[in-house]
């Protein structure tokens, strides 16, 4: 209003952008903590990989073997999303404070 801009304009141009770098990283971070605690949003759950894992190891009877597999496959899936997610958050917070 102190920059006599009308309604459209200061909606557009100066609250949406601001509200949507600040709206971002929570539901980024919360897709990662469902990713972490729920089969539902991935395709190889940790509840569902630990269980199968637990199954392989029972019939080998080789369980450092089998449970080190199952921590590496979770790593290789979830490290890259939580990196992106810290890179999209940092993004958000320099355009935030410039």
Do not use: C, H, W
């Amino acid at each position: 209003m102190a920059l006599g801009l009308p309604r459209r304009a200061r909606i557009l141009e100066v609250i949406l952008p601001q509200a949507v770098l600040r709206a971002v990283p929570p539901p980024l971070s919360n897709a990662i903590s469902l990713f972490k605690e729920s089969a539902l949003v991935s395709a190889v759950g940790v509840a569902d990989l630990m269980f199968i894992g637990q199954n392989i190891s029972n019939n080998t009877a080789k369980p450092v073997e089998v449970l080190t597999i199952v921590a590496l496959i979770y790593f290789v899936i979830a490290f890259p999303l939580i990196r992106l997610v810290t890179r999209v958050e940092q993004k958000m917070l320099k355009k935030v404070a410039a």
